[in-house]
């Protein structure tokens, strides 16, 4: 059973910090890209960033850049999303998903979706 489950969100004040987790289980880690998709209250799923587990190679959103970091470990078939400076527009629920490519765009091609895990970024 492939299950991807998300941990590590919260409440922070604007400025601050969070490091989302994203637990695999179910595939083989090497044969998939890793995506984290944030949805707003009332807007769609958007991709923030996106990374290739056999090669490491990522992608991410513009208004990210600089402040999110992605990685994985292999050994633990985990990605991370480590966020910093974090800004009020950052809240919402944030998605871990599996596809075959490190895409943002063509989210419907994600093959497997975590449950999501709420962030709150206060003022």
């Known amino acids: 059973e492939v299950q991807l489950v998300e941990s590590g969100g919260g409440l922070v004040q604007a400025g601050g910090s969070l490091r989302l987790s994203c637990a695999t289980s179910?595939?083989?880690?090497?044969?998939?890209?890793i995506g984290w998709f944030h949805q707003a209250p009332g807007k769609k799923r958007e991709g923030v960033s996106c990374i290739v587990n056999s090669d490491g190679s990522t992608n991410y959103r513009d208004s990210v850049k600089g402040r999110f970091t992605i990685s994985s470990d292999k050994a633990k078939n985990t990605v991370y999303l480590e966020m910093n400076s974090l800004k009020t527009e950052n809240t919402g629920v944030y998605y871990c998903?599996?596809?075959?490519?490190?895409?943002?765009?063509?989210?419907?091609?994600?093959?497997?979706w975590g449950q999501g895990i709420q962030v709150t970024v206060s003022s």
């Open positions: 998903a599996a596809f075959r490519f490190c895409t943002m765009t063509n989210i419907d091609e994600y093959e497997y």
């Open positions: 179910g595939f083989t880690f090497d044969d998939y890209a």
